[in-house]
């Protein structure tokens, strides 16, 4: 049996994806209400496939419990935060969940840490721990680190087709930890120890930041001097050697925002190019509200109750809001005591998280003189119609409408 310690964005799914392969998992959560509505057999959040790899899970005995459960593999999956003075990691969840797991675990249990971490932090942070409970690595506890590497939106078919990395002490128990991922994981699973395994999932998370940040930069320039970056990024990208990513309103989740600072924390002096990508895309949300003032002067618009924001989830067509490019715009916006911008979002029209946020669409269009597309969801793209009329600043350069602002 296998006990997954933390049923959010990650743990749920894998334990799921398990359970439905053939794996006897218990899903442990210390959220009481989490806990209560998957054992009346809901999901906790919206992901396509998720509901029906819910009931295969079900079907195949999954079982949900606040406790932790003696058995001979862990698998943690609890939140990472970084301290945002700092920007180093914060293990306290890892650490208070291998501090439980120890208070029930057999001799010779696997704990396998899934959270991301940045490197060096298992040696730093969950080893004392252990070695001062009285365990022995190695005998009386197996450490390994399996970093997820799946993206809210298309978790189900990432669980089943992306390449894995387990980083363990020891080739045979990274061998054995791998077979319980390979029961439903159809890419490369690859072997290797925990450090190259912490590195790994956070170079891949900051490569694609600096990537971005790259792109956003490429906006502000081309903002400044009044040129297309759209049209100047595709002819570029027609360059055999050229792949150019596309500018937004900033970045969210909790992967590409957060992980390259565990790097930066750990590495100030040596990590310079990803100290100021992150502040390039950590700025962008104002950057995106100094146009958005722009375009209200140009327009005449003068009341910030005229103007709304569509989207308030981090990315497309999903319900994760985790440090959302347009929470981070509201955040600037409050600094300076201006009344909060209208907002709507179809994923979270039963979800309250801002503070002018509207349930209905048709609602929050009403009165408004302008709209800012922060989230290309695919609602957004089957009612251009209903803003024909609007002043409408286009964060993605998707709307097909005439006259629209670009950042």
């Known amino acids: 049996m296998i006990n997954v310690i933390g049923l959010g964005y990650i743990g749920l799914p894998t334990a799921l994806m398990m359970a439905s392969h053939g794996v006897d998992v218990i899903g442990t959560d210390y959220n009481k209400e989490l806990v209560a509505t998957l054992n009346a057999g809901k999901t906790t959040f919206k992901e396509k496939g998720l509901d ?30 970084y301290d945002k003075f700092s920007k180093k990691v914060d293990a306290c969840y890892v650490v208070a969940a291998v501090k439980d797991v120890m208070n029930v675990c057999p001799k010779g249990a696997t704990v396998v840490i899934e959270s991301t971490v940045s490197p060096g932090t298992i040696d730093k942070y969950v080893r004392p721990v252990i070695e001062a409970n009285g365990f022995t690595i190695g005998e009386d506890i197996n450490l390994v680190h399996a970093p997820e590497r799946i993206i809210p939106g298309n978790m189900v078919y990432e669980l089943l087709h992306n390449n894995r990395t387990i980083g363990a002490d020891s080739k045979e128990i990274g061998e054995k930890v791998k077979k319980y991922y390979a029961s439903f994981c159809q890419g490369e699973i690859v072997v290797t120890d925990i450090r190259s395994a912490e590195m790994t999932k956070v170079v891949e998370n900051t490569f694609r930041a600096v990537n971005i940040a790259f792109a956003n930069e490429l906006s502000r320039i081309c903002r400044h001097d009044n040129m297309d970056v759209y049209e100047i990024i595709r002819i570029c990208n027609m360059h055999p050697r050229v792949n150019i990513l596309q500018p937004g309103p900033g970045v969210g989740g909790h992967c590409i925002s957060v992980d390259p600072w ?36 140009e327009n005449g618009i003068t009341d910030n109750r005229r103007v709304g924001l569509y989207g308030l989830t981090y990315k497309e067509n999903v319900d994760d809001f985790r440090e959302s490019p347009t929470l981070q715009l509201l955040e600037a916006q409050e600094r300076h005591l201006a009344p909060p911008l209208k907002c709507y979002d179809p994923f979270l029209e039963n979800h309250k998280i801002a503070e002018n946020q509207y349930s209905d669409f048709d609602e929050f269009l009403s009165d408004l003189d302008m709209v800012v597309i922060m989230v290309k969801h695919d609602h957004i793209k089957q009612n251009w119609d209903k803003l024909r009329g609007k002043v409408i600043l286009d964060c993605f350069n998707i709307c097909p409408l005439d006259g629209v602002y670009h950042i």
């Open 52 to 81: 029906e790899l819910f009931q295969a899970a079900v079907k195949a005995g999954i079982k949900f419990t606040t406790e932790y459960q003696k058995t001979d593999m862990y698998i943690v999956s609890v939140p990472t935060p």
């Open 262 to 297: 565990f790097l930066v924390g750990d590495y100030p002096q040596l990590a310079k190019v990803i100290d100021e990508s992150m502040k390039t895309n950590d700025s962008q949300p104002t950057f995106v509200l100094n146009r958005i003032h722009e375009i209200m002067q």
